[in-house]
């Protein structure tokens, strides 16, 4: 039951922020349909669910409007311009993340599949 409060959750706050607006009402209708979204999360005693709620919103989100999800994880900080500028379309959804295991090199995940170009995987490729 609570499962499907969830999923119930997730495809209104999707079903919400994939309607019309344009560029310039965008972001004032992003911070309302945000701040509406959590007032209802908390008088329905659903805070502790938000993260999933929100998660699972944002797939349901990209599969709706056709956008993708890229995700690029370095071992360290660095200018990933060159790199968005080669893979994104006009509405991609773009995720930056630091992770030092990775050691050198990138990983980039798009959507549900990966290009694993870090010195970690090289390594444990090696050594298996």
């Known amino acids: 039951m609570k499962n499907n409060k969830v999923k119930l959750y997730a495809r209104a706050l999707a079903d919400i922020a994939s309607g019309p607006a344009s560029a310039h009402e965008a972001l004032a209708r992003q911070e309302k349909i945000a701040k509406n979204f959590l007032a209802l999360l908390e008088k329905d005693g659903q805070m502790k669910k938000a993260?999933?709620?929100?998660?699972?919103?944002?797939?349901?989100?990209?599969?709706?409007?056709?956008?993708?999800?890229?995700?690029?994880?370095?071992?360290?900080?660095?200018?990933?311009?060159?790199?968005?500028?080669?893979?994104?379309?006009?509405?991609?959804?773009?995720?930056?993340?630091?992770?030092?295991?990775?050691?050198?090199?990138?990983?980039i995940i798009i959507n549900d599949r990966q290009l694993d170009l870090s010195l970690q995987k090289k390594l444990n490729t090696i050594f298996k």
């Open 51 to 107: 993260k999933e709620i929100v998660a699972m919103a944002e797939g349901l989100f990209i599969k709706k409007t056709g956008r993708r999800k890229i995700v690029l994880e370095t071992a360290r900080k660095v200018d990933k311009k060159p790199i968005l500028n080669a893979l994104l379309d006009a509405g991609d959804v773009v995720e930056e993340k630091t992770n030092k295991d990775l050691i050198a090199g990138i990983k």
